[in-house]
């Protein structure tokens, strides 16, 4: 972000995609620097995430107890929804119908 001439503190919006820890391991470093921004996150998505390997359960979550540390700033989404002037969260459970009626044309 220094690159840019930006700093985590400035930063509104926050979207996670899924809850696991290659895609939120930085957050909780996030969090502590940026007090303010909202993290959207699907409906489904929770603290503990699990896959079966190789007969074994391995955690591949996000570090353990962050959503819960930061309930207050999340937004759970379960539709198409607006965060910014024309910026929209589409959860890949949105079928091609609901896509279309606001111009998303594209196919997951």
């Given at each position: 972000m220094q690159k840019l001439g930006k700093?985590?503190?400035d930063v509104d919006i926050v979207v996670l995609s899924h809850?696991?820890?290659?895609?939120g391991n930085g957050f909780p470093l996030f969090l502590e620097k940026n007090k303010t921004a909202r993290l959207y996150v699907q409906e489904s998505c929770r603290?503990?995430?699990y896959a079966l390997e190789d007969g074994e359960m391995e955690y591949i979550g996000?570090?353990?107890g962050m959503?819960?540390?930061c309930k207050d700033r999340i937004e759970r989404v379960d539709s198409i929804t607006e965060?910014?002037?024309g910026v929209y969260i589409v959860p890949h459970t949105i079928d091609r119908e609901q896509r279309l009626k606001v111009g998303l044309e594209v196919d997951f």
């Open positions: 700093k985590i503190e809850a696991h820890y290659d895609h603290d503990n995430c996000l570090p353990e959503l819960s540390k965060i910014a002037d």
